[in-house]
């Protein structure tokens, strides 16, 4: 198995919405609707396309079992079915950092690299306002949801201390790093590409 290694690039509060407050990331309530017929509406709008398939069992030293629902509507995913090279980008509609994110992941997934990419809405309490985000980035990459946080600590996964926070996941669907804060181009996603995974830059 792999070392995995956590860069703790982010502090242990976020910067959250459009002000300067910090809040941490806490849990959040018993339930969130992130698939009601609104979202499934609005989600038509965007270029967002459905959910992937996942393989069927886990990988030894990959992505836990945790079954999360689409983001807007579609098949969940159980992402230790996960095969790569994949990055799994964790991000909220309140993260000011993910914002900036967002679009350099969007113009990544679009270029044809062999490499997928997976979103993950953490912790995040409006689903409408996470779909709006996306819309406004331009992704055309999948999203699940995590509003109760079933991610964080779930092994071999850490805490997740701050967002964006994004696990490079490889062809066998074991982790291959985990790396904290915010790549805000295209090529600073393409080189943790290729320097990750070996291509895609």
């Given amino acids: 198995m792999r070392r995995v290694l956590l860069l703790l690039t982010l502090p242990l509060l976020v910067a959250c919405g459009s002000g300067t407050t910090p809040q941490a990331i806490a849990p959040g309530p018993r339930t ?17 396309p459905d959910c992937p398939k996942a393989a069927a069992g886990a990988a030894d030293g990959g992505m836990p079992s945790v079954t999360l629902p689409c983001l807007g509507g579609g098949r969940s995913v ?49 689903p409408g306002a996470a779909l709006e985000l996306a819309k406004q980035s331009k992704v055309a990459y999948p ?8 991610l964080d600590k779930a092994s071999p996964l850490p805490h997740i201390p701050g967002l964006p926070l994004t696990v490079f996941v490889d062809a066998d669907g074991r982790i291959a790093h985990i790396e ?21 830059g």
């Fill in 78 to 126: 159980d992402v230790a079915g996960l095969r790569g090279p994949m990055m799994v980008n964790f991000w909220a509609s309140w993260c000011a950092d993910c914002r900036k994110e967002m679009p350099a992941l969007a113009a990544y997934a679009k270029g044809g690299h062999g490499v997928k990419v997976l979103g993950v809405d953490f912790l995040d309490q409006q």
């Fill in 180 to 200: 904290a804060g915010a790549m805000l181009t295209e090529q600073d996603v393409a080189d943790a590409a290729q320097k990750y995974f070996g291509v895609g």
């Fill in 143 to 150: 999203l699940v949801a995590d509003p109760q946080g079933s």
């Fill in 32 to 48: 969130i609707d992130v698939a009601n017929h609104q979202l499934v509406a609005f989600k038509r709008q965007t270029d967002v």
